[in-house]
């Protein structure tokens, strides 16, 4: 304790001696006699101690600040600088790499004609060419394509050794028109013709960008093609090549090309529509829509709905549709079969107030054709994916919708909410089935239902409906959609006819039994289809519970 600064042997001490000095002269040491002594100086080691710290502290964060603060000013100049910076070593680094672009490479590219190209396209390419190009080198690299391409032998050793990419295999499917094969091909056919149209050397830029790369037309094409499943076809014209075709079709005038190359366009009854819209695949199959309009189909909209049903007595049908597919051509055929019975209209649902028509008749899905009732009722509804002798067999089934319609979208608002106690449902899918078939088993429901038309009792509890879209979804993922689960018919089969009663007031049903499809006889099957409804009506025929929830 009475030892000096510097003569202190503890740490603690030997700091407060460095801080005070203690220890550098005799004449500042310090004599600590008393313990109160020590604890003033090791109080005051303390103090400054902190201090030390609080500076530091305090200095770190005006640091920090700063720091931000530099970063909020000058952040967004370095970012645009570095992003400028990128912006032209990656536009230099193109221009190099252009120079030693798809030309040098392709002689297809060289030529700037497609890799299916025919003889007499090569030629009119490289006339053309020439006529333009004026550097030795270059036309000397045009002479070489030329001579290896027009050679059938060097071409095929050429193309083997030079595999097609995927873009240019689309042009294996499309047909070159020309003078001689567009009377027969086009103007005897009535199909609608998607062509391309370019001209006879198309040379790739150097520096390709989304700018100035033009779209794949022949992927397009093919694409849009496969989408209406052979109502349509695919060809291309070269106008350097066919001059008078192209003349003809009035894509080139006095003066040069009318359009801008390359492009597509519809030809439809000998006249060519050009295309100007976006290089979207379901654009263009709209467009084509557009330019195969059907004389026994009526454009309808929401304002003239009301008047396109008044405007005569035969049953309405209705297609709902968003984009322009197959089934639309599918629905348009079978307009012509049964225009003298049906009059057929069209509906886009993004036209203005469509949607609202659409939910109408609480429709759901599309494309979806509607048989409509003169009563409003719930409308025949075909929805989803449909082929001809699908459509047929569902227009043909609901020339007389005598019944209404029981699916598992309302099955409880008709049966188990319904104003009547007991449902008879005749469960037949007129898609899977022929509509003959349909028809006669309808007849026969029909003749079972008049039945009762002496016992009034009967009559006004019991409601006669038909379930033509009972096999919704079934054999899915989603099979709990079928009006088949609601009765426990797990195994059932889409061609398959069933009858079913159900007792809306205790929920039990009972199936008939057996597939109605595979009864050949159906002269006595009214009575036992009276007797059965009597029988579970008596309470005579042991029921089933209905699942709960449905």
């Known amino acids: 304790i009475n030892a000096e600064y510097g003569e202190c042997a503890t740490p603690a001490m030997s700091s407060i001696r460095e801080r005070t000095g203690a220890g550098r002269s005799p004449a500042r040491r310090k004599k600590l006699s008393t313990p109160a002594q020590l ?59 252009g120079d030693e672009g798809p030309e040098d490479d392709n002689y297809y590219n060289v030529l700037g004609i497609k890799r299916m190209a025919t003889p007499s396209e090569i030629a009119v390419a490289r006339d053309r060419l020439l006529e333009l ?24 050793t050429y193309d083997r050794s030079t595999p097609a990419t995927r873009d240019d295999l689309y ?39 989304i700018h100035n790369t033009p779209p794949n037309w022949a992927r397009l094409m093919t694409k849009a093609a496969k989408i209406l499943k052979g109502y349509s076809r695919l060809g291309r014209i070269n106008v350097d090549d066919q001059p008078q075709l192209a003349e003809e079709l009035g894509l080139v005038g006095p003066k040069g090309p009318k359009f801008k190359f390359p492009m597509i366009g519809v030809i439809y009854n000998g006249k060519i529509v050009a295309y100007k819209g976006e290089p979207r695949i379901l654009k263009i199959c709209d467009f084509l829509g557009d330019q195969i309009q059907s004389s026994n189909v009526d454009l309808v909209t929401y304002t003239t709905f009301a008047d396109w049903r008044k405007s005569d007595d035969r049953i309405k049908v209705l297609l709902f549709r968003k984009t322009f597919t197959r089934m639309v051509m599918v629905y348009r055929d079978a307009a012509e079969q049964f ?77 188990i909410n319904g104003g009547k106690r007991y449902c008879a449902i005749l469960a037949a899918d007129p ?10 088993t309808l007849e026969v429901f029909g003749r079972a239902g008049k039945m009762f038309e002496g016992n009034t009792d009967l009559t006004d509890q019991i409601e006669f409906a038909w379930a033509d879209k009972v096999s ?53 099957k009214d009575q036992e289809m009276k007797d059965f409804i009597q029988e579970f009506v008596a309470g005579n025929l042991k029921a089933t519970p209905l699942p709960t929830p449905l």
């Open 39 to 97: 604890d003033e100086a090791f109080n005051n080691y303390n103090k400054a101690k902190q201090t030390e710290g609080t500076d530091q502290e305090k200095t770190s964060k005006q640091k920090m600040k700063g720091i931000m603060k530099d970063v909020s000013t000058y952040g967004p100049m370095v970012l645009l600088a570095g992003f400028t910076l990128l912006v032209v070593l990656l536009t230099l680094g193109q221009g190099f790499m």
């Open 133 to 156: 190009e004026s550097d030795e080198e270059k036309r000397s690299e045009i002479d070489d394509a030329f001579n290896t391409l027009s050679n059938p032998r060097s071409r095929r």
């Open 171 to 209: 042009y294996k499917a499309i047909t070159p028109l020309t003078s001689e094969n567009y009377p027969t091909e086009v103007l005897n056919n009535q199909s609608a013709w998607l062509v391309e149209i370019h001209a006879g050397a198309a040379r790739p830029p150097r520096v390709t960008t």
């Open 339 to 415: 225009e003298h019975i049906m009059k057929f209209g069209e509906v886009d649902v993004r036209s203005r107030g469509a949607v609202n028509l659409w939910r109408r008749f609480n429709l759901r899905r599309l494309p979806l054709v509607a048989v409509l009732r003169e009563d409003d009722q719930q409308p025949g509804v075909l929805g989803g994916s449909f082929d001809q002798r699908m459509l047929v067999n569902f227009l043909a089934s609901n020339r007389l919708p005598l019944f209404p319609r029981v699916s598992s979208e309302n099955f409880e608002e008709v049966c």
């Open 431 to 440: 898609r899977y089935i022929t509509y003959r078939k349909i028809n006669t």
């Open 472 to 524: 919704d979804y079934l054999n899915t993922t989603e099979q709990w959609r079928s009006l088949y689960s609601v009765f426990g018919s797990d195994d059932a089969e889409h061609r398959s006819i069933n009858f079913y009663v159900t007792d809306n007031k205790n929920h039990v049903f009972k199936d008939f039994g057996g597939n109605l499809h595979k009864v050949s006889d159906m002269d006595e």
